[in-house]
């Protein structure tokens, strides 16, 4: 392997499953800018500053995070490499990235003992946060990309998600000019997109090879105008402040096409939200019901069920999807769920 151009070792005192904490930013198994291989999780990034050269934006860095368990203390030695232009950046935020900054767990595990006054999770949700105790929020920042990837999941299955995001990428990378992902990263891993690439698609290729409604890429362009101002906006918010975060999510909800489930999906990914409920996903409802109660729901009924969680939604809905139940069969296995006005 290429000689990183930053590289940073962290133990951390508790588990921390780096595959498993990253796998929400990671886009379907080809995503070009986010990949778990058995050397760690690979990700793209851009470094923080612009290019000093050109005063474009900030140029390509690949990050690879590891984790290896502690035989004893319980602990986690952590490995950060990076490449490019912004490595030192990079390793420097590995424990925001792994959702170190948030200290809600101890309070979330005092409330699943059975003297918390809590309601009872489920033996297998609870048995899910014993066995998966490496879990965490990743907390990825950039969050105008993560509304960008969020939009994309509007209105259409996965598949359709995936390959619009595939797409996405390697149209503003022939546009920014970039090569691959700088280091040894797996083929075909890209630079993440510059709003001003995605500004610059060609209207006809959004939907011809991208397969994005309408509607979705005139989010996706608001979304881009208002990049720098929207990263501003998050950069503001510190992961795990509950509150910040909740207030952050109204504020987004300004932008046209922007409502309550993509502002949560976004959030969740940026800022480690812990609290945020995917509100307006059908599926998401009925299965929360379904592992609580033995019975469908709708959102109305989600929320009601998860208030006594208040402050850590969704560390209870990770756990749920962990729990290893099967989501019934409530629909048309097919049919795209409509978030356009979510």
Do not use: C, N
């Not at 083929?187 to 006809?204: E, Q, Y």
Request: no cysteine; glycine share 10%; aromatic share 4%.
């Amino acid at each position: 392997m290429t000689a990183p151009d930053a590289e940073r070792r962290v133990r951390v005192p508790v588990p921390v499953d780096v595959a498993l904490t990253l796998r929400p930013l990671q886009r379907g198994a080809a995503d070009p800018t986010v990949r778990a291989t058995p050397q760690g999780v690979w990700l793209t990034l851009r470094s923080p500053a612009p290019d000093a050269a050109s005063g474009g934006p900030g140029r390509p860095t690949s990050l690879l995070v590891s984790g290896v368990r502690e035989a004893a203390g319980g602990g986690t030695a952590v490995t950060a490499r990076a490449w490019g232009a912004g490595a030192s950046a990079a390793v420097a935020g590995v424990e925001r990235l792994l959702g170190l900054h948030d200290d809600g767990w101890g309070a979330f595990d005092a409330l699943l003992r059975a003297d918390s006054g809590a309601p009872a999770l489920p033996r297998h949700v609870r048995e899910a946060r014993r066995t998966r105790a490496g879990l965490r929020l990743p907390a990825a920042g950039a969050l105008s990309r993560q509304l960008l990837t969020a939009v994309l999941e509007q209105k259409v299955t996965h598949d359709q998600a995936r390959h619009g995001w595939r797409t996405l990428v390697r149209l503003a990378a022939r546009i920014d000019g970039d090569g691959p992902a700088p280091g040894p990263v797996p083929p075909g891993m890209l630079p993440p997109p510059t709003p001003a690439a995605v500004l610059r698609i060609p209207s006809w290729d959004w939907h011809a090879r991208a397969w994005v409604q309408p509607s979705q890429s005139r989010t996706m362009l608001e979304v881009a105008r208002r990049a720098a101002s929207i990263d501003r906006l998050g950069d503001a918010v510190a992961p795990g402040d509950t509150a910040g975060v909740a207030a952050l999510a109204r504020r987004l909800e300004s932008v046209p096409g922007i409502g309550p489930w993509t502002t949560a999906e976004a959030l969740q990914r940026s800022h480690g939200a812990a609290d945020l409920v995917s509100v307006g996903d059908y599926h998401l409802a009925q299965y929360v019901g379904q592992v609580l109660t033995g019975r469908r729901t709708d959102d109305a009924g989600m929320l009601r069920l998860l208030a006594p969680w208040a402050g850590h939604r969704q560390r209870v809905v990770r756990m749920i999807g962990l729990s290893g139940e099967r989501k019934q069969a409530f629909g048309p296995k097919l049919a795209p769920a409509d978030h356009r006005t979510h």
